[in-house]
């Protein structure tokens, strides 16, 4: 009984869900690198705020419900379409509801000085009386938008410039919240079955012995493991891109190392090795050379030495516990450790050529890319110039690395901002295209492809003034 009621309520509330148009959890939203929760969660608030001042001064048309909640073009735009609305005598009653929500941090293409945006797909809804006998009428379309904003005197961030694209609705998130509705009811129901059958099988037999338990056999013992299947979380994560994050059980270790400049100069090297070679193991010789220039050879082993007698047994244990110490050489665990740069190499090599890609293979590139923007290890050269006494031995090397991380990152942007062409996703294909031209400025298939994807929503000046650049 107690599984039954659970399913049916569990049915209701998808039910309930699906007709509301929304999630139990409220609006998904997700934050981009250099987007802290705290700041994500202040401009997320003052957002929808703006947005519902919008759709009220829509609905009344009055310009003065948007004075406080809008600024520059936004503020211009809305105020001409309540104009319009005005001369046309049309009353409606306008409303917009988000389905997801991004804050990023983005330069508006129209204004430079605005960096911070939202990226919004949803639904507006337009509501028109018919008459005095007759029913009003309900139009809902489906957008998405970017909306730039600005913070103003009192710390609160308005909308100051947006670019709207309305999509075709789509009935798929209804039917899907329909149909793990009926699943859970179905499992359910099995399980009732289940239960009750052992039972029945259990009864004894009239004037004879009891029957003995049955003997169950998952099926799931047959099946081969399926290979979607994601591992064990990683202990540790290790974040390279726009500053250096080291988390292990709640905590960013970063600082910890940076605090100790020779230890953490011998730790980031070591990193550097194992992303572009997991298997490599630099000679102890090399790291001590590298570590301590300027000194002689055995003067450099014995400062080695005293970083793995005393450096590293001070350091904290999720920093200590990476560094490999052998006879001859060093090296750096990555067994339980998630490493951004490897996985960007990791999935470069796997696309690379690639001209199609499946949905959950596009969002793959995706979520690496948007995990992989900004400068690799930006902290490095600080702490070799403290190590070295400003005689830095491993420039070249890492220049080296940061620039096969670009270029790999271009490559797999321009890969994915093909798939969002072809799939009709022009907004979504300037997103990936333009931080990778400038990355690469000298790139003009990435400038092709840009002007192909401002073209598609209109902007023919940003367009051909880049084609002319490139001619």
């Known amino acids: 009984m107690v599984v039954t009621i659970s399913a049916v309520l569990i049915a209701v509330l998808?039910?309930?869900?699906?007709?509301?148009?929304?999630?139990?959890?409220?609006v998904p939203t997700t934050y981009s690198t250099g987007v802290d929760s705290h700041l994500g969660a202040q401009v997320v608030r003052d957002f929808l705020g703006d947005q519902d001042a919008e759709a009220i001064a829509l609905s009344n048309s009055d310009p003065s419900a948007i004075s406080d909640r809008l600024s520059g073009n936004a503020l211009v735009e809305v105020g001409q379409q309540i104009s319009d609305q005005s001369k046309?005598?049309?009353?409606?009653?306008?409303?917009?509801?988000?389905?997801?929500?991004?804050v990023l941090k983005a330069q508006d293409p129209v204004d430079p000085s605005l960096i911070l945006e939202v990226q919004e797909d949803g639904a507006k809804t337009v509501t028109t009386a018919s008459g005095p006998n007759a029913a009003p009428s309900q139009q809902t379309v489906g957008?998405?938008?970017?909306?730039?904003l600005r913070q103003d005197a009192t710390g609160r961030y308005l909308i100051a410039d947006q670019n709207i694209q309305n999509q075709p609705s789509s009935i798929l998130p209804a039917v899907a919240l329909a149909a793990a509705g009926l699943v859970i009811v179905g499992i359910a129901t099995l399980l009732v079955i289940r239960q009750r059958r052992p039972r029945q099988m259990l009864q004894p037999v009239p004037g004879g012995e009891p029957l003995s338990p049955p003997i169950l056999i998952d099926v799931a013992e047959d099946l081969e493991?399926?290979?979607?299947?994601?591992?064990?979380?990683?202990?540790?994560?290790?974040?390279?891109?726009?500053?250096?994050?080291?988390?292990?059980?709640?905590?960013?270790?970063?600082q910890a190392l940076m605090s100790r400049p020779v230890t953490g100069f011998v730790w980031l090297r070591l990193l550097v090795t194992a992303i572009r070679d997991p298997n490599a193991r630099p000679s102890r010789d090399e790291i001590a050379r590298q570590a301590s220039p300027g000194f002689r050879r055995d003067t450099q082993l014995k400062r080695l030495r005293n970083v793995i007698g005393k450096g590293l047994p001070k350091m904290p244990a999720p920093l200590r516990e990476r560094i490999l110490v052998e006879p001859q050489a060093m090296g750096f665990r990555l067994d339980g450790c998630a490493v951004d740069a490897i996985e960007l190499l990791a999935v470069s090599a796997e696309f690379s050529g690639r001209n199609q890609l499946?949905?959950?293979?596009?969002?793959?590139?995706?979520?690496?890319?948007?995990?992989?923007?900004?400068?690799?290890?930006?902290?490095?050269?600080?702490?070799e110039n403290l190590a070295t006494d400003r005689h830095p031995t491993c420039t070249e090397l890492v220049r080296d690395l940061r620039e096969l991380l670009i270029t790999r990152r271009v490559d797999l942007s321009l890969i994915l901002g093909d798939v969002h062409l072809r799939n009709g996703r022009p907004l979504q294909a300037i997103g990936v295209l333009e931080p990778a031209l400038s990355d690469r400025v000298e790139r003009k298939d990435l400038a092709d492809r840009l002007a192909l994807a401002y073209r598609a929503v209109g902007r023919d000046a940003e367009a051909k003034a880049l084609e002319a650049r490139y001619s």
Do not use: Y
């Not at 499946?358 to 050269?381: H, I, M, N, T």
């Open 14 to 26: 998808v039910v309930a869900v699906s007709a509301l148009g929304t999630t139990l959890l409220g």
């Open 88 to 102: 046309g005598g049309s009353a409606a009653t306008i409303s917009f509801q988000p389905s997801s929500l991004t």
């Open 143 to 148: 957008f998405h938008g970017n909306f730039w």
């Open 225 to 254: 493991p399926s290979t979607e299947l994601s591992g064990p979380a990683p202990e540790m994560v290790v974040k390279t891109f726009g500053g250096l994050r080291v988390m292990q059980g709640g905590n960013d270790w970063a």
């Open 358 to 383: 499946s949905a959950a293979q596009a969002s793959k590139v995706q979520r690496v890319l948007q995990a992989c923007q900004g400068a690799f290890l930006p902290e490095f050269d600080a702490i």
